[in-house]
C-alpha cells in the first residue's frame, strides 16, 4: 500500500525559510514533487525531481526554492528561501509510481507567510 507522508510546514515571517519533507512508501516512484493550492485557487506544480535528478520549478519559485531527493529513502525536500505571502498556501507531496504513472498524494501541509 502506498503512504505519502509531509512534514515541515508551519508559520513564518517574509524573509524566512522553512524546508518540507515528503517520505513515500510501498513502491518505487519515478518523479517526485511538491504542489501548492491557495484558497480560491487551483493546485499548481511548485517544483519536481526526476530519480536522475531533473529538477522543474514553477517561474513563481524560481532562484528561491530548491528541491532535492534522497532516492534510496523514497524521499524529497523542498528547501525554502526568501518567503514571500503569496507563497502561503496548502503544500501537497506528489509521488508517481515508475510504472503505472499514477500519481500518489500526501495530506497536505500548511506553509503561512506572515507580511
Known amino acids: 500500500q502506498v503512504q505519502v507522508v509531509e512534514s515541515g510546514g508551519g508559520l513564518v515571517q517574509a524573509g524566512g525559510s522553512l524546508r518540507l519533507s515528503c517520505a513515500a512508501s510501498?513502491?518505487?516512484?519515478?518523479?517526485m514533487g511538491w504542489y501548492r493550492q491557495a484558497p480560491g485557487k487551483e493546485r499548481e506544480l511548485v517544483a519536481s525531481?526526476?530519480?536522475?535528478?531533473?529538477?522543474n520549478y514553477a517561474d513563481a519559485v524560481k532562484g528561491r526554492f530548491t528541491v532535492s531527493r534522497d532516492n534510496a529513502k523514497n524521499t524529497v525536500y523542498l528547501q525554502m528561501n526568501s518567503l514571500k505571502p503569496e507563497d502561503t498556501a496548502i503544500y501537497y507531496c506528489?509521488?508517481?509510481?515508475?510504472?503505472?504513472?499514477?500519481?500518489?498524494w500526501g495530506q497536505g501541509t500548511q506553509v503561512t507567510v506572515s507580511s
Open positions: 506528489n509521488a508517481r509510481h515508475w510504472l503505472t504513472l499514477d500519481d500518489y
Open positions: 510501498g513502491s518505487i516512484f519515478a518523479a
Open positions: 525531481i526526476t530519480t536522475g535528478g531533473r529538477s
